[in-house]
C-alpha cells in the first residue's frame, strides 16, 4: 500500500493544507474518497489512519487532509502548535479548503493514472459532516456524501457560544481543549464570517437539495453531537440512508492517542457500512 503522508496542497488562505493519500499502486482509475476533520480535530487524530488503510485495502483512493486554519502546521500536523490560525478558521474558509483538495485531485499529475476523477465522494465527520453536505450541494464534482456524527445546525452553534455582547468588545473567546489544556481562541471574525454567509451555511437547505446519494451514520451514545440531529439530517432529504451504532459516541469508541492495531469495533462497523455504500 502506497501512504504518502504530509503533502502541501495550497489553498485560497496563505496557509498549506497538509494532506496524505492511501492507495494501491495499480495504474488503474480508483474511486476517490476524501474525509474531512471535526472542529479541533486533524487528520492524524485517533484511528483515522487506520480507517484510511481501511478504505485502500477496499480498493479507493482515499484523501484526508488538515483544514488550513485548524491549528496544525506542515512541520507539525498534529495538535495545535498554530492558535493564531485555530482563532482565524471560519466555516467558509473549510468549504474553500474543501474545494481546494478538489480541485488538487481533479489536476495532480502524479496521480492521474490512479484517480477516477468522475467518481469523488466526501465524508465528513463532526463539523467536517456539516461541511461536506454543504459542499455536496455546492460541487457536482462530488458523486456521494457520507456524515459522520455531524452536525445539522451551525446556526446554534455559532451564535450561542457564550456571550456575544462581550466577544464583540473583547474580540476574542476561548474554549478550553480537554486533551491537551490549551486556551484555544476564537476570534470575533468566526461569528461576522457566520452571519455574512448564513444562506449558504443552512445545511437543512443543502441537504433538501442534494441529488446524491446520502449515506447518515451517528451512535446512539453520542453525548457532543445528539443522534437527534442524524435524525433531522435523514428527514430533509427522504432518498437519505440512515444508520445508527448501538453504543457508539461521538468518535465510535476511539480516543486519541489510539495505540492499538486494529479499529474499536463500531469504527470497524462505521467503516464496511461507508465502503459497502461507496462500492
Known sequence: MNIIKNLTVEGKHQKPIVTDVFYNETQQPKKVVIFCHGYKGFKDWGAWNLMAQQFAKAGFFFIKFNFSHNGGTAENPIDFP???????????KELDDLESILDWISSEEKFKNEVHIADISVIGHSRGGGIVLLKANEDARIKKVISLAAVADIGSRSSTTGDLENWKKDGVKYV????????????????????????????????????????????????????????????????????????????????????????????????????????
Open 82 to 92: 498554530d492558535l493564531e490560525a485555530f482563532g482565524n478558521n471560519n466555516y467558509t
Open 176 to 279: 478550553i481543549n480537554g486533551r491537551t489544556k490549551q486556551q484555544m481562541p476564537h476570534f470575533y471574525q468566526f461569528y461576522e464570517d457566520f452571519k455574512t454567509n448564513e444562506e449558504r451555511l443552512n445545511i437543512q437547505k443543502a441537504v433538501e437539495k442534494i441529488g446524491i446519494p446520502q449515506l447518515v451514520i451517528h451512535g446512539d451514545k453520542d453525548t457532543s453531537v445528539s443522534v437527534d440531529e442524524a435524525h433531522k439530517i435523514h428527514s430533509w432529504n427522504s432518498n437519505s440512508i440512515l444508520k445508527i451504532i448501538e453504543n457508539a459516541d461521538h468518535v465510535f469508541n476511539v480516543s486519541h492517542p489510539w495505540e492499538k492495531e486494529k479499529v474499536s469495533k463500531e469504527l470497524e462497523e462505521v467503516t464496511t457500512i461507508c465502503i459497502e455504500f461507496l462500492k
